[in-house]
């Protein structure tokens, strides 16, 4: 896997190398599409690309649920770092990272709270679906001990308490701005969206 990820890279986008970490994240994707996908959004984060780098520990960890979630989180924080940029650039990055955040861990709560509040700022009513996907999340009990055991000591009802009131402030939001845009129907037919948000219609 890593060897042919490392010629298609060549390929592309001629590189000469990519490092290991970078072949495991594209392992990691759901596809081949997603993963060069992944390859172009590295080339053009390069600040990414070096973070991501330093995350030697995962080569050493057998656990791939773990490492998909340590990987969310990378893609997380950097979409947070891109936002308070502000800007089209900043919104549109901070959107891709955390789409791949996604990618890695679907069930990820940084990261749909990520995206509402990002939209929001582009007073997109999607913000709402994002938010509403994290409110009307119940994990089960396989998933449930898996954040207690990468957010132990009662970190995860902590986090979900402080995410969930500030997803009903989005909420409120978008209903007093019945004038947004939502671009969930130009989205709804995309596979992704549809896994992501169709319950939410």
């Not at 001990?145 to 979900?160: A, H, N, R």
Request: hydrophobic share 45%; glycine share 6%.
């Amino acid at each position: 896997m890593s060897n042919w990820w490392a010629r298609l890279a060549r390929m592309i986008f001629g590189r000469a190398k990519w490092d290991a970490v970078s072949l495991l994240a594209f392992s990691l994707m759901p596809s081949d599409t997603e993963g060069r996908a992944l390859a172009e959004y590295l080339i053009c984060n390069p600040d990414l690309a070096a973070k991501l780098r330093m995350h030697t520990y995962l080569l050493e960890q057998t656990d791939e649920e773990f490492k998909r979630w340590c990987l969310a989180g990378l893609f997380v924080n950097y979409a947070t770092v891109l936002a308070e940029q502000g800007g089209l650039q900043g919104y549109n990055g901070a959107t891709g990272a955390a789409c791949y955040a996604l990618l890695f861990f679907e069930d990820y709560p940084l990261a749909w709270a990520c995206y509402a509040l990002i939209q929001v700022e582009c007073q997109n009513s999607i913000a709402a679906r994002w938010a509403k996907k994290l409110l009307y999340f119940r994990p089960t009990k396989t998933r449930l001990d898996f954040y207690d055991k990468v957010m132990p000591d009662g970190q995860y009802k902590i986090l979900m308490t402080g995410l969930r009131s500030r997803m009903k402030e989005v909420v409120a939001v978008c209903n007093l701005h019945p004038e947004w845009s939502d671009s969930y129907q130009f989205l709804a037919g995309i596979e992704y969206y549809q896994r992501m948000l169709g319950k939410f219609n």
